[in-house]
Each structure stands twice: as C-alpha cells, then as structure tokens.
T-cell receptor, first 112, second 117 residues
Framework: KNQVEQSPQSLIILEGKNCTLQCNYTVSPFSNLRWYKQDTGRGPVSLTIMTFSENTKSNGRYTATLDADTKQSSLHITASQLSDSASYICVARQTGANNLFFGTGTRLTVIP | NAGVMQNPRHLVRRRGQEARLRCSPMKGHSHVYWYRQLPEEGLKFMVY????????ESGMPKERFSAEFPKEGPSILRIQQVVRGDSAAYFCASSPSGRGSNQETQYFGPGTRLLVL
C-alpha cells in the first residue's frame, strides 16, 4: 500500500533551536519526495524536492535528506524562527503518475 | 502573477444542499488538481483535470461529487446533497505541465473549508 508516515505528530521548540522532522514512505515506484510547509489556513508551499538519486537538498535554513534504500527522509530546520510555526508535510510521488501521497504532517510550534 | 485562487474560503451548507467550490489556476497553468483534507488527516487526491477534460478521477467518490474545468472560467468541484462527512478543507492545485513531467511543482490555493451542518 502506498503511504507516507511522519513523526513526530507535533513538536514544540524554543526560538533559535534546531529540530528534525522524520518521514517514512512506501510509495512505489518512487519518483521524488517533497517537503511542504503549510501555514494555518493556507495551502501547502513547496520547500524542497529530491529524486531517488539525491541525498540532501537545502533551502535556506531548511535541509532535507533522503535515503532511498531505507525509504526515509528528514527535514532539518536550523535556528528556528517564530515564523517557522506551521505544519510540515512530506509528499511522495510515483513514477509516471501525477498522484501525490501526503503524510499527515508534523505540527511545529516555535515559542519565544 | 496571482497565485491559485479559490473561493469561497469558507462555505457552510445544510445536509442535502449543494456545494460549489471554485478554483482559478495560476496564469498559464492548464492542469488542475483537487484534494480533500479531512481533520487530522493528510491531503487526499480527488481528481486531475486539464482544460475541458477529466484526466484522472480515481480519488473521487462515485456519487454526489463531480468536477469540471471548462475552456473559459474556473474549475468547479461540485458536491450534491452534502452530508456531514463532506466537511473538510478542499484544496486546489495547478501546474504548467502534467503527466510526464515528474518534477513539475503543483502550486496550491488557500483552500475552501466546507462545513456541513
């Protein structure tokens, strides 16, 4: 069954601290994996995209990693800011299909 | 360049009424996707359309739900005889290209939150 699981479900960290969000996927055949940021009441916005041949991709303070062998990805946020408070959603895509499989997200809250 | 626009942002309907959700894709995008997000769940694919064509509706419930993307105007997701279980956030996304372009990005709208009383 194609699915994406994320952990933790929610996370609270102090401003300025780092954090890492996890994603496991069983989507096959695998094409690429994206991390999205979804602010409350808004649609998801793409942060990074990685294909099976890429191990890491950075976008400012966001760094995503991908291990295609273990089918795991992580999103590391450095020096968190209050504006990082959002849901972070891991999305895996099948080769050739336009279906995206969404995780339920990690709800991150950054507190001052 | 305005992003994907959806309206209304919030919609309240009583059981048995019809709900019409509209989505205007980004300028130059001819591919539209609809997703549903139930509370505490991830987004689930519903339907993929190009102008005047439904390409993939494998995620659409068999009854009461329909979608269209006419040559002119926005894409419409229509839910007839709504039930309480239809309460959810409905997101529309658009992209400039479709299948065969695996790395293309889908740009999401802000969603329509449907509440069925």
């Amino acid at each position: 069954k194609n699915q994406v699981e994320q952990s933790p479900q929610s996370l609270i960290i102090l401003e300025g601290k780092n954090c890492t969000l996890q994603c496991n996927y069983t989507v096959s055949p695998f094409s690429n994996l994206r991390w999205y940021k979804q602010d409350t009441g808004r649609g998801p916005v793409s942060l990074t995209i990685m294909t099976f041949s890429e191990n890491t991709k950075s976008n400012g303070r966001y760094t995503a990693t991908l291990d295609a062998d273990t089918k795991q990805s992580s999103l590391h946020i450095t020096a968190s800011q209050l504006s990082d408070s959002a849901s972070y959603i891991c999305v895996a895509r099948q080769t050739g299909a336009n279906n995206l499989f969404f995780g339920t997200g990690t709800r991150l809250t950054v507190i001052p | 360049n305005a992003g994907v626009m959806q309206n209304p942002r919030h919609l309240v309907r009583r059981r048995g009424q019809e709900a019409r959700l509209r989505c205007s894709p980004m300028k130059g995008h001819s591919h539209v996707y609809w997703y549903r997000q139930l509370p505490e769940e991830g987004l689930k694919f519903m339907v993929y359309l190009q102008k005047e064509n439904i390409i993939d509706e494998s995620g659409m419930p068999k009854e009461r739900f329909s979608a269209e993307f006419p040559k002119e105007g926005p894409s419409i997701l229509r839910i007839q005889q709504v039930v309480r279980g239809d309460s959810a956030a409905y997101f529309c996304a658009s992209s400039p290209s479709g299948r065969g372009s695996n790395q293309e990005t889908q740009y999401f709208g802000p969603g329509t939150r449907l509440l069925v009383l």
